[in-house]
C-alpha cells in the first residue's frame, strides 16, 4: 500500500517537472508573452507627464510627442528620422498621403530644427547650409501658423501652437544671428538704409527697418535678449508673442563720453569704444530692443513651400504691439528689460560718478541726458534725477519697473539725467535745466507736442532738490542769498549780471505738469554739516568748468590766473555744502514757492515704524526737510535712504503715472522769457 502511494507521487512529481521544463524552454516564446498583459500602467508624476507634453528638441533633445505620432503615422521609421538620416525621411513626410497639414507642417518644422541644431557633420560644414536648416524650421512654422486649416486663434489654447511659435522665434533668431555676423555686419553699402536685399544662395533676403535704431547706423551686433541673464535687475520684463528678441548694439555709445580712450566694454562678440565725445548733450540708449520677423508673403500653402524668398522685419516692440499677417493680428515680441541692463551693465556709471563727485579725471564735468528710446513726440516724458555721488544707475529697478508696466509704456518715455554732484545745487539746476531745454526745442521747436506739454520729474535726494528748484518761481530770493552769503563776491562779479541770472532768477519749468520727490532735503540735513560728510566735503574739487559758463568777460574782471581761479574755486560751497540744513542757500531755495498748476508729491522713507512721524528720518534726511505742505500725496516708507528702489515706491511711483494717464496737459503756448533766457545762455 505504501508502494502504491510512493509510486503515485512520482508520476505527480514527474508531471509538474515535464511542466516546468516545458514552460522554461517556451519562455522566450510569443505565445508565453501573449499570456502576459499587453499593457501596464504605472502613475506618473507631474513633473514627468509636464515633460513628457512640452518636451521638445530644443527642451530636451529629442522629438516632441505629437511629432512621434505624425511619423508612425505615417509609416516611417523613428530611427530613419534621427539627426544623421533625417533628410530622407523629411522628403518622405512631405510626400505622405494621409497626414493633415497641421501635424505634417508642424512635424516638419522640428525636424528641420533637429537638423539645424545637430552638429555640423549632420548637415555639412558650410555656414549657408545651417542657415538654410534654420530657414526651412522657420518657413515650416510660419506655415502652420497662418495656412493650416484652423487659424491661430482657434489654435489659441493648445500647447502645439505654442511650441511651434517658439520653434519659429528660435529659427528666425538663430539664422539671423549667422546671417548677421558672417554677411551683414561686411556689407557697409547697405549701411543706413530702411530697405535692402541679401542673396543667400537661392535665398533672398529683403530687409526693412522698422526700428529707429540710434545715430541711424546699423548695429555692431546683434545680441539674443534671451541669451542674458542680469543680476541687479528684480524682474526681467517682455511681451510674448512672434518674432525674435534681440538687443541691438549701435555704434553711437557717447553715454560714458570723459572714459580714456582705452576703456571700452564688450557686448557679445563686439567691442564697442566709450570714448566717443557727444555732439549734443543728449543720446540715445545705445543698446535698444528690437524683433526680428521673418515674412513670407504668398497666398497658398503651394506657394509658401517652393517660395525662395522672404522679408527680414526688424521691429520696435516699444512703438508697435503688434503686426498683421495674412489678414490676421498677431501680438509681437517684445523684450524691454534687456537692452536697457545691457547698457547699465557696461556703462562704467558707477565709477564714473565717484571720479565726478571728487573732481578726478575720467569724471563728467556737464550734465548728460539719456534718452531710453528715440524721441517719440506722443509720449510724455518722465525726467530722472540722481542724487549725491550717483548716476542713472541709482533708478536701475525704478526705470525697469516703469518699462515692464504696459499702461505707463504706452503713455510715458523715460529720460535720465547724469549730472556731476560735485557742482553747487544751483549751478547744477541751472546747468539741467538749460539741457532739457535744449533738448527740448531740438526735438519739438513749437513746444506743442504731448512731450513737451506733460512733463513729470521724479527726484531723488539731491535730485529731488534739484526738481523742487525746477518747479519753482525765484525772483529777488536768490539774489538777496547771494548778496549775504560771505562765500560769494557779489561785487566781483557786478558785470556778470546776466550770467547770473539763470543760476538766481527763474520761473517753473515749461511743460512740467507733475513732481515726484523722494527722500528729498528740501530742508537740508544735519548730517552734510557734521563729522563724515565734512571731511569728505573738504575733498572734493569743483572744475574749472563751473567759471567756463560765464566766459572770457569773468576771467577778465578777476584777473584770473589759475592759481586765482583755483582759490576761488576752493570758496565756493560744492554739492555737499548745500545739503547742510544751515546753508544760507538751502534755507533761501526752500522757501521759494511753487505754482499751482504743478502737482507734487512726496515720498519719504523713515528707518523705524515706531515714534512720533515728525522726529523720524531715513538715516541722512529727517521727515521735517522731506516733508511738503500742499503735496498732493505724501507717502511715508520704512526703509533707508535710497527708498526709490524699494518695491513700495516703485509701487507708488506708478500709482500716481497710472493716475496721471488720460488727464488734460498743460496748454501749448511760447516758452516763458525766463526759459528763453536760460535756453540762450
Known amino acids: 500500500m505504501a508502494g502504491s502511494r510512493t509510486l503515485r507521487l512520482y508520476k505527480a512529481l514527474g508531471r509538474h517537472v515535464i511542466a516546468a521544463t516545458a514552460v522554461s524552454m517556451l519562455a522566450g516564446c510569443a505565445v508565453v508573452r501573449e499570456l502576459q498583459p499587453s499593457v501596464i500602467v504605472r502613475s506618473m508624476a507631474p513633473n514627468e507627464y509636464v515633460a513628457l507634453r ?60 533637429q537638423r539645424a541644431v545637430s552638429p555640423p557633420a549632420a548637415i555639412g560644414p558650410d555656414d549657408a547650409a545651417a542657415v538654410s536648416a534654420w530657414l526651412e524650421a522657420a518657413r515650416h512654422a510660419y506655415a502652420y501658423l497662418f495656412f493650416g486649416r484652423r487659424s491661430p486663434g482657434e489654435r489659441a489654447f493648445e500647447e502645439r501652437q505654442t511650441q511651434v511659435r517658439d520653434w519659429y522665434n528660435f529659427a528666425v533668431q538663430q539664422s539671423l544671428m549667422h546671417i548677421f555676423r558672417a554677411r551683414v555686419r561686411q556689407a557697409s553699402a547697405v549701411a543706413g538704409e530702411s530697405a535692402w536685399a541679401l542673396r543667400l544662395e537661392d535665398w533672398t533676403l529683403r530687409f526693412e527697418l522698422r526700428a529707429q535704431l540710434p545715430g541711424g547706423a546699423m548695429p555692431r551686433d ?73 515674412r513670407f508673403d504668398a497666398q497658398t500653402l503651394d506657394g509658401l513651400l517652393g517660395a525662395r524668398e522672404l522679408v527680414v522685419g526688424v521691429h520696435d516692440p516699444l512703438t508697435e504691439d503688434h503686426l498683421t499677417l495674412h489678414g490676421r493680428r498677431v501680438p509681437l515680441a517684445g523684450n524691454f528689460t534687456a537692452g536697457y541692463g545691457l547698457w547699465l551693465a557696461h556703462s562704467g556709471f558707477n565709477e564714473q560718478s565717484l571720479r565726478s563727485l571728487f573732481g578726478r579725471e575720467r569724471g563728467i564735468e556737464h550734465p548728460h541726458l539719456y534718452l531710453m528710446q528715440p524721441f517719440d513726440p506722443q509720449r510724455r516724458v518722465i525726467v530722472m534725477l540722481h542724487g549725491l555721488a550717483s548716476s542713472p544707475e541709482a533708478w536701475v529697478n525704478v526705470a ?61 535726494s539731491m535730485g529731488g532738490m534739484i526738481a523742487r528748484l525746477m518747479v519753482s518761481t525765484a525772483d529777488e530770493q536768490l539774489w538777496a542769498w ?66 567756463e559758463a560765464f566766459g572770457e568777460a569773468f576771467q577778465a574782471r578777476t584777473e584770473a590766473s589759475a592759481a586765482r581761479l583755483h582759490r576761488l574755486l576752493e570758496r565756493i560751497p560744492n554739492g555737499i555744502d548745500q545739503l547742510d540744513e544751515n546753508d544760507p542757500f538751502v534755507m533761501a531755495a526752500s522757501e521759494l514757492p511753487i505754482p499751482d498748476r504743478v502737482t507734487y508729491h512726496s515720498i519719504i522713507a523713515r528707518l523705524d515704524a515706531n515714534g512720533p512721524l515728525a522726529d523720524s528720518n531715513d538715516g541722512l534726511v529727517p521727515y521735517r526737510s522731506a516733508h511738503l505742505d500742499g503735496a498732493a ?29 488720460g488727464k488734460p496737459l498743460l496748454p501749448a503756448s511760447n516758452l516763458s522769457p525766463a526759459d528763453a533766457a536760460a535756453g540762450a545762455s
Not at 519697473?401 to 556731476?420: K, S, T
Not at 541770472?501 to 527763474?506: A, G, N, S, Y
Request: charged share 20%; net charge negative.
Open 54 to 113: 512640452r518636451g521638445d528638441i530644443l527642451g530636451t533633445g529629442r522629438l516632441s510627442v505629437a511629432s512621434l505620432q505624425t511619423i508612425h503615422g505615417a509609416g516611417l521609421d523613428e530611427q530613419a528620422c534621427a539627426p544623421t538620416t533625417s533628410t530622407a525621411c523629411i522628403g518622405a513626410l512631405a510626400a505622405a498621403e494621409g497626414i493633415a497639414d497641421e501635424p505634417r507642417l508642424s512635424t516638419l518644422a522640428e525636424l528641420w530644427l
Open 222 to 294: 546683434l545680441v539674443p535678449a534671451p541669451s542674458l541673464a542680469f543680476q541687479g535687475l528684480r524682474s526681467a520684463y517682455r511681451r510674448d508673442g512672434f518674432g525674435a528678441e534681440f538687443v541691438a548694439v549701435t555704434d553711437d555709445h557717447p553715454e560714458t563720453p570723459a572714459m580714456a580712450p582705452e576703456a571700452h566694454s564688450n557686448f557679445g562678440r563686439q567691442t564697442i569704444r566709450r570714448n566717443s565725445p557727444p555732439v549734443t548733450g543728449w543720446t540715445e540708449m545705445p543698446t535698444p530692443n528690437v524683433t526680428a520677423v521673418f
Open 400 to 460: 525697469n519697473e516703469l518699462l515692464g508696466d504696459e499702461q505707463v509704456r504706452r503713455n510715458f518715455q523715460i529720460w535720465q539725467v547724469h549730472y556731476p554732484t560735485n557742482m553747487p545745487v544751483s549751478a547744477s539746476h541751472a546747468a539741467i535745466r538749460q539741457l532739457l531745454l535744449a533738448a527740448l526745442r531740438h526735438f519739438d521747436p513749437n513746444h506743442e507736442t504731448p512731450a513737451s506739454r506733460g512733463l513729470v520729474l521724479i527726484g531723488h
Open 482 to 547: 547771494a548778496s549775504t552769503d560771505p562765500r560769494i563776491d557779489l561785487d566781483r562779479l557786478a558785470d556778470l549780471r546776466s550770467e547770473l541770472e539763470p543760476l538766481l532768477r527763474f520761473q517753473p519749468f515749461q511743460g512740467v505738469e507733475r513732481a515726484i520727490f523722494i527722500a528729498a532735503p528740501h530742508r537740508g540735513t544735519a548730517v552734510a554739516g557734521h563729522g563724515l560728510a565734512r571731511w569728505v566735503s573738504g575733498l572734493i574739487r569743483l572744475p574749472l568748468t563751473l567759471l
Open 633 to 661: 500725496s505724501e507717502k511715508i516708507i520704512v526703509s533707508g535712504h535710497s527708498v526709490q528702489e524699494s518695491s513700495a515706491s516703485i509701487l507708488e511711483i506708478r500709482r500716481i503715472l497710472r493716475e496721471d494717464v
